[in-house]
């Protein structure tokens, strides 16, 4: 099966400046998950799609980020203004079903820069 | 809320060696999955284990959840070039999977 589809594979931004992430999570799963990967680190989750509806956004800084799954297929991540901490790998994964609770298939990741 | 702590943060191994990672949780989980990142890579999942107690193993890979749901571990025999990369292990609580911040193991030849 085709895995996880994420894109663009980097991303060099100014701080202040608005990016997006795209994410096609492998077909048939159901949960949609955004993780944050700073350099030395765990991912951290940032939000967390179950179809096409938010099941969990609570780390997700809503100040400047936002995400949407609007068909329950694809979904986008948008930072806006970026800030220089910002600077991380941004992962998509995805699951057959948050309440079956089996791994998660990650995609390649988009790693940002904001300089 | 939920944490998940790891350690070591660094394993430096002798090829042919055993090391172990352990990963301990501040809160009982549903599960504990276990990941392997690459260098430049991205995490892929290895195992998940769900049952008190539960013992699992890939090959030279042991992997153990505790009594009370709150730890786990990963023992490598026998280490190879092939192991090199970060271990990652994430506790799943209430749909929520957090990771810790993983085991970084470099082998010497």
């Known amino acids: 099966e085709a895995g996880v589809a994420q894109s663009p594979r980097y991303k060099i931004i100014e701080k202040r400046q608005s990016v997006a992430f795209w994410c096609n999570p492998i077909s048939g799963h159901a949960t949609l998950y955004w993780y944050q990967q700073i350099l030395g680190q765990g991912p951290k989750l940032l939000i967390q799609f179950q179809n096409n509806g938010v099941v969990d956004d609570s780390q997700l800084p809503k100040d400047r980020f936002s995400a949407e799954r609007l068909k329950g297929v694809d979904s986008t991540l948008k930072i806006q203004p970026a800030k220089l901490e910002d600077s991380a790998v941004y992962l998509c994964?995805?699951?057959?079903?948050?309440?079956?609770?089996?791994?998660?298939?990650f995609g390649s990741g988009t790693r940002l820069t904001v300089v | 809320g939920q944490q998940v702590m790891q350690i070591p943060q660094y394993q430096h191994v002798q090829e042919g060696e055993d090391f172990t990672t352990y990963c301990n949780s501040s809160t009982t989980l549903s599960n504990i999955q276990w990941y392997k990142q690459r260098p430049g890579g991205h995490p892929v999942f290895l195992i998940q284990l769900v049952k008190s107690g539960e013992v699992k193993k890939q090959k030279r890979l042991t992997f153990q959840f505790g009594e009370a749901k709150k730890n786990s571990s990963l023992h490598i025999t026998a280490t190879q070039t092939t192991d090199v990369g970060t271990y990652f292990c994430?506790?799943?609580?209430?749909?929520?999977?957090?990771f810790g911040a993983g085991t970084t193991v470099t082998v010497r030849a």
């Open positions: 994964a995805s699951s057959l079903d948050r309440r079956v609770g089996y791994g998660y298939t």
């Open positions: 994430a506790g799943l609580n209430d749909y929520k999977l957090s």
